[in-house]
């Protein structure tokens, strides 16, 4: 009997590791297979954004004008609705120097064909128009470019994955759709890190965006492409995301500025996300732009009422013009070391001159320390990974992984058996630092 049951638990064991192995190398094979596939579409998406970029270049080449895009945007929108430039002309000025840009850094992912149609229309809105100022949006004839995860009508937004490409959006998120009815015109679609996970700008369909300041250092991400043109001059105002850096990060490495709003501050209709169903981390949008006022048009321009009314989860916050303009001290915290890592020099020195600077215009400035950045480090990538990386592995599985992923990709092939052991062992451990302290 006891010889019985041996043989019989040595053929289970035999026949679950064959089982295993077998459904492995299926995997495997399909991955495989699903990769050459994505290799394909990859090289045909290439193929797309680049003719439509030379049929756009050879449409605006002759339209150079570096004076207008050098403008910022708060003097080219008193230019617009004054009447001084056309928005045919501005559009076309600014399709050529971000295309031009683009040649140089890869932060152009695809031009926006229909911006000069629609630019054209808004000249002729301006002529018929009798009372100016209650015709035309707030912001009549300005270029926004728009980050490549955010859908625009008839366009792809891949998130650099060859899954999501060919597949255009059926119609435009809820912050176009605003932008469009304030007289704005999206332009351009901006470059993205694969999955939007990474402080780098790179992925296999549209390569890597190069730092608008030195081309050897990082632009930031997942934001990069937009903050790489708008340091360069190529757009005069962005539309960002944001989870845990992905606008400010770039912001910083680009010097230009960005704002993470509070949640639901903006709609989030039509924007794209790796990680669906993900709500312990906030995921937020912003503007951006290469200075503050320029943040603050874009505020003023969408926190209006249609944007509750095409979304519900927006409170009705119009923008607090009262606050924004108040002249009252305020008290303001500030530090440079969260206890893990100290600001390097740089940082510090911009830290204290603004704390300096503050203090002279006349607010109250207090030190803090802030909470435990290893702690809150650790609770970010357990709500991150909430899942065990299911969706994150389903997102790449049968992709061409960026090399910028390797490491979490790595963390993600790690079976879940060996995780199980490691949880097991982690507490069996802390249980006996209990013990003995």
Not at 6 to 23: E, K, Q, Y
Not at 379 to 400: I, P, R
């Amino acid at each position: 009997v006891i010889a019985m049951s041996t043989r019989s638990r040595l053929f289970t064991f035999v026949a679950c590791s064959t089982i295993a192995v077998g459904i492995y190398a299926l995997e495997t094979i399909l991955a495989y297979l699903k990769t050459k596939q994505a290799r394909r579409v990859y090289a045909e998406k290439r193929k797309q954004v680049d003719r439509s970029r030379r049929e756009v270049y050879q449409s605006v080449q002759h339209y150079s004008d570096d004076e207008l895009t050098r403008k910022e945007a708060e003097e080219l929108l008193e230019a617009l609705k004054r009447g001084e430039v056309t928005a045919l002309k501005t559009i076309r000025a600014f399709l050529f120097k971000a295309l031009t840009v683009s040649s140089e850094l890869h932060c152009v992912v695809e031009p926006i064909k229909e911006a000069e149609n629609a630019a054209a229309e808004l000249d002729k809105l301006f002529r018929d128009s009798d009372n100016k100022s209650c015709e035309i949006g707030m912001l009549h004839g300005m270029p926004v470019s728009i980050k490549e995860s955010i859908d625009v009508k008839g366009y792809d937004s891949t998130m650099g994955l060859g899954k999501f490409c060919f597949q255009p959006a059926e119609q435009d998120s809820v912050v176009v759709k605003i932008l469009r009815n304030q007289g704005a015109v999206p332009f351009v679609k901006t470059n993205v890190p694969q999955c939007l996970f990474t402080m780098e700008c790179s992925n296999p369909i549209f390569g890597q965006t190069l730092g608008p300041i030195h081309k050897e250092r990082s632009c930031g991400g997942s934001t990069g492409g937009e903050a790489a043109l708008l340091a360069r001059y190529g757009s005069p105002l962005g539309i960002g995301t944001d989870v845990a850096g992905s606008i400010r990060f770039p912001a910083h490495f680009s010097g230009i500025c960005g704002l993470k709003l509070t949640q639901n501050r903006w709609s989030l209709r039509g924007f794209q996300s790796a990680m669906s169903g993900q709500v312990g981390v906030a995921r937020t949008n912003g503007p951006m732009a290469r200075n503050v006022d320029g943040l603050v048009l874009l505020m003023k321009a969408l926190c209006v009422p249609e944007m509750w009314l095409l979304d519900p989860l927006v409170p009705p916050l119009p923008f607090d013009e009262k606050t924004y303009y108040c002249t009252e001290p305020l008290r303001i915290g500030y530090y440079d070391y969260d206890g893990v890592l100290r600001a390097s020099p740089a940082c510090s020195r911009a830290v204290h001159e603004a704390k300096d600077a503050l203090v002279v215009a006349g607010h109250e400035l207090i030190p803090i320390d802030p909470p435990p950045a290893f702690n809150l480090s650790l609770l970010y990538m357990q709500n991150l990974c909430a899942d065990g990386g299911t969706n994150f592995s389903y997102l790449l599985f049968g992709e061409v992984v960026d090399p910028t992923l390797n490491s979490i990709r790595s963390l993600l092939l790690v079976p879940p058996e060996i995780k199980y052991f490691y949880r097991l062992f982690k507490k069996g451990y802390n249980l006996s630092c209990d013990i003995k302290s």
